[in-house]
């Protein structure tokens, strides 16, 4: 498999550049070239930088691109034999068609000059008609003209975006473009259910799409102020048709299965110009959630700044999510961070059924405001079945050698239920023309059941050391909701502005769990202990962070300004943790644990103030900035009556450099620094015994994390041969970096606390080729991946120097072949390998390859087939865990109604029946490999009606 796959990736990629360079030569003009020039039909000037574009004779489809150059010449390379049709255009002047064909005995066309005549205007009113090109580039921004990228009737947003140039859609619906993730996607400038990307890209059918803008979003306060903070989005801009902005469109559909497997979708939208009004919902048991799966803030969480951190949904203590082996790549409170690559490609790991509703709203409420709203419900109910083995470094033994790993095989089986609801809100309003009003605040409120049995075995080598069986229950509430105000003033000075940010976030997670456990442990002389566990333990954990952001631009010059700026953030925290023990004379949770409870709080409290000098000319800017910062870290352990607060003074520096090129190059390097503090459940000096063969404590000695990192990326779109280049750097260096510390008792007993440590680095690096070719439209993308890391832990009381680095290569193809047949095929290969130095016999080395195909085909009589492949091996796993996965899925549909809006299917899930989930994770100090059941061969029938009515 990995030979072919080598093969294949070598092949596609040598077939890649043939088709770039020249046929054979003619006298003349070479064979597949078209070559002429664009000149004003008056005067014979040459016009430099006309577009033309080469269109398919049968149906106008975009095939190939470029412009003319300084003397007004223009050549297509690499054209086929076939009818064509050349557009040229020109700003002023009248668009121009021009036909022509290639045949095997004139593979190639000499169009002399071809004369455009200007547009003229008289009095009184004037309509011109404009053919766009098919690319476009302005500045950063990329936008792709969405009629020269024919897509199936029906289809949505992300089958558009899918045939783009650069642009990659995973099997998710996760967006990366020029090598980046898409974390927004707006419709007309504006949010569509608040910044999740999937709602748009999959509920939006493309043929109201007019233009795809593709570009990196600045903060709200940095695009006032003109000063680039370095916090920057990947952002797709849909862009809808003027004809499409007024009437009614949605997607409704049904589908029953097989083995109860069902599926239900409702989607409808009111556009009436500015104003938009969506409705959308789903229901059904095969993995499909509505919405994106985004998670809260975690309960605790310190920010040096507004916004500074944002992590996992999971409560702390166990709360909501699984915990012990196989839980996942990190353990909670800091512990063994580290890489993880699985090469799951977004594969799920459990069964989900899900119900999920939402409404959008959008309107100018007069001349001065503007609404943005939006309400999303969920509830979901997730079944997991795992199989896990962890081994992890335990440290070396007299005389310097190495010891043995520890070894824990895991069984866990869990049922979760969660009922989420979101809402978000936006307004801008203008107090005067110089003054405006920006108001985002969000509310999020979440409730959960959990239970979870779990089987597990420990051995070191060959000994056993203890055996558990494990049930635990909870239930859990988390409320969160935050506020942002931002004032933005210009003065009559040009250049001149004042803005304001203010901003708050409460945050409160509480909840019940009942945990009981088996436990046997067995010494080397055969002996066993038995030991009982029954606790309730009650948890709480409420949070709030307050921040004000000021910022004042003086402008030097025409080319440089001036930022002074001031912030303020307190962070204030409270973890309230009481456990009981089950008395059975009295039936009840009675018996306090006191080395398993705790009240605590913690408050991190910042200023921060600085400048920045920027300067900006027509091909580069700069930017060099420094901060003065003053952090306090209080702590107050309320049951021990103890106390302490610490200060952190730090000097913050950042710089960064912008360069743009002719032909849409840009190079830009950033460098930013950062403090970030624990939270408290890290700082909370109590025992989680959530699993007792894996007990987790607070470290209230903790110091801030002082985070270095230095950004260089580079990205070109040529119009002119469709090619597009991107590329990453990433280098960070983190001091003071929390890391876990591990102990290992006699009996096989793992404590895990978080610990300060230096030596943590990581390099990551990403390089992405786009390439359109005219042949059948096809898009190629090249893509090569790596990363290295070094991380330090503590095992034993020993430091284990954890290195792991990894290359992945992958390529993909896909081209609307012809009116009929369209095709994907996405190739995929990654090699890992990590290094221990407590336990060499723990290093590893394995590769993950993966190949996905999919095809459409249009059948006589409305008739469609279409179906998608993904093959996956894995080797240098554990024993088990080496396998391949073969998921195959096709489809049967027939288009009903005149404009086939209406459709029947019928598919045939994982027709093989071989869809599995292994899953590796690798951290500074275990490997672990998770086996995990997912969803298995079904048969469904659907039916979907597409409303289409525009103009009403």
Do not use: C
Request: proline residues 4%.
């Amino acid at each position: 498999m990995r030979f072919v796959l080598f093969l294949l990736l070598f092949s596609l990629g040598a077939a890649m550049a043939r088709a770039q360079q020249p046929a054979a030569s003619s006298p003349t003009v070479p064979a597949g070239q078209i070559r002429g020039s664009v000149a004003d039909s008056a005067s014979g000037k040459a016009l430099r930088e006309a577009s033309v574009s080469l269109l398919a004779a049968r149906d106008s489809a975009y095939l190939s691109f470029t412009i003319t150059d300084g003397d007004g010449r223009f050549v297509l390379r690499g054209v086929a034999p076939g009818r064509y049709v050349l557009l040229l255009t020109f700003l002023g002047y009248r668009s121009r068609l021009v036909p022509l064909q290639l045949t095997a005995a004139a593979p190639a066309a000499e169009l002399g000059t071809v004369r455009l005549r200007a547009t003229s205007q008289t009095l009184g009113e004037v309509v011109v008609a404009q053919e766009r090109a098919p690319v476009s580039v302005q500045g950063d921004t990329v936008a792709f003209n969405a009629r020269a990228f024919k897509t199936q009737p029906n289809a949505a947003v992300e089958q558009l975006l899918k045939k783009l140039p650069g642009v990659q859609v995973d099997r998710d619906g996760t967006i990366r473009a020029q090598g980046q993730p898409v974390q927004r996607v707006l419709v007309d400038g504006k949010p569509f259910f608040g910044d999740d990307p999937k709602v748009a890209t999959r509920n939006l059918p493309a043929n109201i799409i007019d233009q795809v803008q593709l570009f990196n979003q600045q903060s709200d306060q940095a695009q006032f102020s003109g000063i680039d903070d370095g916090q920057q989005q990947k952002t797709i801009n849909l862009v809808t048709k003027r004809d499409k902005r007024k009437g009614w469109f949605g997607t409704e559909g049904l589908g029953v299965g097989t083995d109860g497997r069902y599926r239900a979708q409702l989607g409808l939208n009111r556009f009436n110009n500015g104003r938009q009004i969506s409705a959308l919902g789903q229901a059904n048991n095969v993995n499909q959630l509505g919405f994106s799966d985004n998670g809260l803030p975690a309960a605790g969480d310190l920010s040096s700044g507004p916004g500074a951190n944002a992590g996992a949904s999971s409560l702390p203590g166990g709360f909501g999510g699984v915990g012990g082996p196989g839980s996942g790549p990190m353990l909670v409170q800091g512990g063994g961070r580290g890489s993880s690559a699985s090469g799951s490609n977004n594969q799920p790991t459990s069964i989900t059924e899900s119900l999920t509703g939402g409404l959008n709203y959008r309107d100018a409420w007069g001349k001065r405001a503007e609404v943005a709203t939006s309400y999303l419900a969920a509830r979901s109910t997730v079944r997991t079945e795992q199989l896990s083995r962890r081994e992890t470094a335990t440290g070396r033994r007299a005389g310097d050698a190495a010891g043995p790993a520890l070894v824990t095989d895991q069984s866990t089986s869990a049922r979760s239920r969660t009922l989420s609801q979101r809402l978000n809100f936006r307004l801008d309003y203008k107090l005067d023309s110089l003054t405006s009003l920006r108001f985002t605040p969000a509310l999020w409120w979440q409730k959960s059941e959990q239970g979870r049995n779990v089987s597990q075995q420990t051995d070191l080598g060959a000994q056993p050391l203890n055996q558990s069986q494990s049930r635990y229950e909870a239930t859990a509430a988390s409320a969160w909701g935050n506020g942002n105000l931002l004032l933005m003033r210009k003065f009559a000075k040009a250049g001149r502005t004042l803005s304001a940010n203010l901003s708050a976030v409460l945050n409160n997670q509480d909840g019940t769990a009942f945990n009981q456990a088996d436990n046997t442990f067995f010494a080397p002389d055969g002996a066993t202990r038995r030991t009982r566990l029954d606790q309730r333990i009650a948890q709480d954990y409420p949070a709030r962070t307050q921040a004000l952001n000021l910022a004042y631009v003086e402008p030097l010059s025409l080319q440089q300004k001036l930022e002074l700026h001031y912030n303020v953030a307190d962070s204030r925290s409270r973890a309230r943790r009481t456990a009981a023990d089950y008395d059975a004379t009295t039936g009840a949770y009675d018996q306090p644990s006191p080395g398993l409870s705790n009240r605590f709080s913690s408050q991190f409290l910042t200023h921060r103030a600085g400048l920045t000098w920027q300067t900006r000319r027509l091909r580069y800017g700069y930017a060099l900035g420094l901060d003065g910062q003053q952090a306090s870290l209080g702590v107050h352990n309320q049951t021990r009556d103890t106390a302490f607060t610490r200060r952190y003074p730090a000097l913050l520096p950042n710089a960064m450099v912008t360069w743009n090129g002719s032909r849409g190059r840009t190079l830009r390097l950033n460098y930013r620094t950062r403090l970030q503090a624990p939270s408290a459940t890290q700082l909370q000096p109590v025992t989680d015994n959530t699993n007792p063969l894996f007990v987790r404590r607070g470290n209230p000695l903790l110091r801030p994390e002082y985070l270095h990192t230095l950004t260089a990326t580079y990205q070109q779109f040529n119009a002119v041969n469709n090619r597009s280049l991107f590329g990453l750097l990433s280098a960070t260096q983190v001091q003071d970096r929390i890391v876990s510390a591990t102990s290992f008792d006699a009996q096989g007993v793992q404590t895990t606390r978080p610990v300060n440590a230096d030596g943590y680095r990581t390099l990551n690096g990403f390089l992405s080729l786009g390439q359109r070719l005219g042949w059948h439209k096809l898009n190629v993308n090249l893509s090569t991946n790596g990363s290295f890391t070094r991380g330090r832990s503590l095992v034993n009381e020993q430091w284990n120097q954890a290195r792991n680095w990894s290359l992945g290569q992958g390529l993909s193809v896909n081209t609307a072949f012809n009116d009929r047949l369209e095709f994907g095929l996405d190739l995929n290969v990654t090699y890992l390998d990590a290094r221990y130095s407590l336990l060499p016999q723990q290093n590893t080395a394995y590769w993950t390859q993966t190949l996905e195909a999919d095809a459409f085909y249009q059948l006589p009589g409305r008739w469609t087939i279409s179906s998608d492949l993904w093959l996956t091996r894995y080797a240098g796993r554990s024993a088990g865990f080496n396998q391949g996965v073969a998921l195959w899925n096709v489809a049967l549909a027939r288009q009903l109604f005149k404009n086939k809006q209406g459709e029947l299917k019928l598919q045939a899930y994982d027709l093989l029946k071989q869809n599995r989930s292994v899953v590796r994770n690798v951290t500074d100090t275990y490997l672990e490999d998770v086996r995990s059941r997912v969803l298995t061969r079904y048969l469904m029938l659907s039916f979907g009606y597409n409303v289409r009515s525009f103009g009403k």
